[in-house]
């Protein structure tokens, strides 16, 4: 509740850009613009309120780069965490930096990225997900064809009466009945990790953060590997073959849950927030059990049962007490797991995952400016006029390039070589390396001329391509020097270009960085072009030798 006195403080106006500034790692950084005419609103405790000069910044335009930022992993190094969770501070956010073009050009911007959205991509995946659900009520309701009961008559009947004498079942039941049994009757709530099977302290274990689990696909997409020593006490051990059901709000509304496979030397350990489920494997499937807390009515008791309050209630281990669930017997499981693979949500999420990837491409040629070079060209004389406006209102004028470097790329041959040993020299760089890096490969996109002051200054603190290195506190000296490691390291290309000097009449020579030429599914082409580029120079030295010689 929002008292009258603070109404208008926390009151959301149309245009207010809402940044999500505290929840779990995948969900901070989220952006919207609030567009709501009708009714007052408020926003949480767990977000921060941009109300943005109109005369600057398009709303949509701020709420696409503070999004960008998180994504692109720029915000999220900024971040405080503390178990699952993550923040970003108002100061924090304050330190960030807007490329600004003219309001036209944010125009443009909005609107060829708005005709990119994804929304027909999720709202076809959410009809699929639907008719998924229809189908997993369907099948665990016991609507097995009669088919295949039929030709599966002996099997089931003989696992039925297994199944029967392990729950102690007598009396006037049919064997091909479902019981319906309590479901800790068939599985073990948050077991504890068996003595026998602890790690060594150096030893790798496999890490599940709540941001692996994938909730579409109900699997661990993007588990980690830490040292048994970091994890074994705060977090929640688990085994082969067990489920994790998220128990914290919105996580388990969102139906995050996924089987542990693949777990080094068989054990894992992953977030506080997870209620592990260890299926009796002599009485039911992993995959049952699975597509079983993952149905919406289980989801929406499970929500029932919160407690707490604010932003992190959760599902008490009392409440899998009260639940009970219908039992087929192990081949008829087997029938259903099998029969709902063939709705499984895979090619929907592969293709949102392609259009994410696109839609991320799209946004970063948007906001480094390539993508309305053409654009800008067709309608300079009024984006002149409005970045005149612009600087008024700011009282300074936008950097301007000073100097461009033009390279030739020589041509590119594939080897297809393995590069174990470049891996680990990536591996062992320090986060202000690694940003470094990826300036130059990304954002930089070509040679950075280290002994033109201009150039290089651009290049430390120009927003459109150093917002990787806002943070460090790093000066120009410490970019020189994390640039001349990495080409120590073979990473990036140290080189000489020719430039000439008017007052003087003779060509300098000066040092630059470039990255290393790369094929886009990362096998190795012609990487070592030194030869080329001496070549070049020599050719270059010649070409003003020869006015001397006549």
């Known amino acids: 509740m929002v008292a009258d006195g603070d109404l208008e403080r926390y009151r959301l106006l149309p245009g207010d850009v809402v940044f999500n500034n505290t ?146 079942i007598e009396g006037e039941t049919t064997d091909l009945d479902w019981p319906i049994v309590p479901l800790l009757a068939v599985c073990t709530l948050n077991p504890k990790l068996h003595p026998d099977v602890r790690p060594a302290a150096d030893a790798p274990v496999t890490f599940v953060p709540m941001a692996a689990v994938d909730e ?99 599902v008490p281990p009392d409440f899998f007490k009260r639940v009970k669930l219908p039992l087929p017997s192990l081949p008829e499981q087997r029938r259903i797991v099998e029969s709902l693979r063939h709705v499984a949500p895979q090619p929907f999420r592969s293709a949102i995952e392609q259009a994410k990837r696109l839609q991320s491409a799209l946004i970063t040629e948007a906001l480094s400016g390539r993508l309305t070079a053409a654009w800008r060209e067709q309608h300079a004389q009024a984006l002149a006029e409005a970045a005149r406006e612009r600087d008024a209102r700011l009282g300074a004028p936008a950097p301007q390039v000073m100097v461009h470097i033009t390279e030739h790329a020589p041509t590119e041959r594939r080897t297809d070589l393995a590069r174990p040993r470049r891996q680990a020299l990536i591996e062992q760089l320090s986060s202000f390396q690694h940003e470094v890096w990826n300036t130059l490969r990304f954002e930089w996109r070509g040679a950075v001329l280290a002994d033109d002051p201009a150039a290089f200054e651009e290049f430390c603190t120009s927003p459109q391509t150093a917002w990787r290195l806002e943070g460090f506190a790093a000066g120009r000296e410490e970019v020189r020097r994390a640039l001349e490691q990495l080409a120590a390291m073979g990473l990036i290309r140290k080189m000489s270009l020719p430039r000439p000097n008017p007052n003087t009449g003779r060509t300098e020579y000066l040092t630059a960085f470039r990255p290393l030429r790369e094929a886009d599914d990362g096998s190795r082409p012609e990487e070592d072009t030194a030869l080329a580029d001496a070549e070049r120079l020599a050719r270059e030295l010649e070409r003003r030798r020869a006015p001397e010689a006549r």
């Open 23 to 168: 929840n779990s790692e995948e969900w901070v950084g989220k952006t919207a613009v609030f567009d709501q005419h009708d009714g007052v609103f408020v926003y949480s405790n767990h977000m921060t309120r941009i109300r943005v000069i109109r005369e600057l910044v398009l709303p949509e335009f701020l709420a696409t780069f503070l999004h960008y930022l998180w994504s692109a992993g720029y915000a999220r190094n900024r971040a405080k965490r503390w178990v699952s969770q993550a923040a970003i501070d108002g100061p924090t956010l304050l330190k960030f930096k807007l490329p600004l073009p003219p309001l036209p050009e944010q125009q443009r911007i909005v609107e060829v990225l708005q005709a990119a959205d994804l929304k027909p991509f999720h709202e076809a995946a959410e009809k699929a997900d639907l008719l998924r659900e229809m189908a997993a009520g369907a099948s665990l309701s016991g609507r097995i064809p009669e088919a295949w009961h039929d030709a599966n008559i002996t099997e089931v009947r003989e696992a039925s009466l297994l199944r029967n004498k392990i729950l102690g």
């Open 216 to 314: 579409r696909l109900a699997a661990i997409t993007a588990p980690e590997v830490r040292n048994y020593a970091e994890v074994q006490k705060g977090y929640t051990p688990f085994a082969e073959g067990d489920v994790l059901f998220a128990k914290v709000t919105p996580c388990m509304e969102n139906g995050k849950a996924a089987i542990a496979s693949d777990l080094i030397g068989g054990v894992g350990f992953g977030s506080t927030e997870f209620h592990v489920l260890r299926p009796d494997t002599r009485l039911i499937l992993a995959e049952y059990l699975l597509h079983f807390v993952r149905q919406r009515h289980f989801r929406e008791q499970a929500k029932a049962a919160f407690v707490g309050t604010g932003g992190l209630q959760r």
